[in-house]
């Protein structure tokens, strides 16, 4: 099926350095959604955006929607441990289908 | 609500057997979806049921993959007969009309020796 990319796959980073993912489609998006999921655990929906050039900040996260509404992106601050894990987003097209998760991102950050 | 509850959490069973894994989706919900996650292809979407009505199981693998819905509180994924290349960790999730926010199971671990 279709799927939104997102990268990178990996990324790894000292605490209190910044992190970014990006999500990127070559279909315009009607929404997206951002999960985190804990190694171990299970996805767990942090936020959607849904205007063009939308931006949510939630603590030390950052999440945009771009103007085209083809791509998105999840800056955190300041990285601190408990970041750790994957993050993926997820959309449905403007066509109405539902567009698979992906791989997301894997965070480790180290103290 | 105690949000969207799967059984087994783990299952260990040999290859060529029957699985049947369960999922009881947030009471109201509307749509059901059932995912697989493994490290080398991420989380795929399998099948979604929209009012207990599969709208799209392309996804689904091969035969061998079944979903069904009974009823509003209860959908059953089974595999039949199970291969080693079945283990990986298989969550549901369920939202409501209008939302697109989807709320995961916990997840059961397959592992297929």
Not at chain 1, 78 to 91: H, K, L, P, R, W
Not at chain 2, 92 to 98: Q, R, V
């Amino acid at each position: 099926g279709q799927q939104v990319m997102q990268i990178p796959q990996y990324q790894h980073v000292q605490e209190g350095e910044d992190f970014t993912t990006y999500c990127n489609s070559s279909t315009t998006l009607s929404n997206i959604q951002w999960y985190k999921q804990r190694p171990g655990g299970h996805p767990v929906f942090l936020i959607q955006l849904v205007k063009s050039g939308e931006v949510k900040k939630q603590k030390r996260l950052t999440f945009q929607f771009g103007e085209a509404k083809k791509n998105s992106s999840l800056h955190i601050t300041a990285t601190q441990t408990t970041d750790v894990g994957t993050y993926f987003c997820d959309s449905n097209s403007n066509s109405g289908y539902a567009l698979n998760f992906g791989k997301g991102t894997s965070l480790l950050v180290t103290p | 609500d105690a949000g969207v509850i799967q059984s087994p959490r783990h299952e260990v069973t040999e290859m060529g057997q029957e699985v049947t894994l369960r999922c009881k989706p947030i009471s109201g919900h509307d749509y059901l979806f059932w995912y697989r996650q493994t490290m080398m292809r991420g989380l795929e979407l399998l099948i979604y049921f929209n009012n207990n009505v599969p709208i799209d199981d392309s996804g689904m693998p091969e035969d061998r993959f079944s979903a069904k819905m009974p009823n509003a509180s209860f959908s059953t994924l089974k595999i039949q007969p199970s291969e080693p290349r079945d283990s990986a960790v298989y969550f549901c999730a369920s939202n409501s009309i209008g939302s697109d926010t989807q709320y995961f199971g916990p997840g059961t671990r397959l592992t297929v020796l």
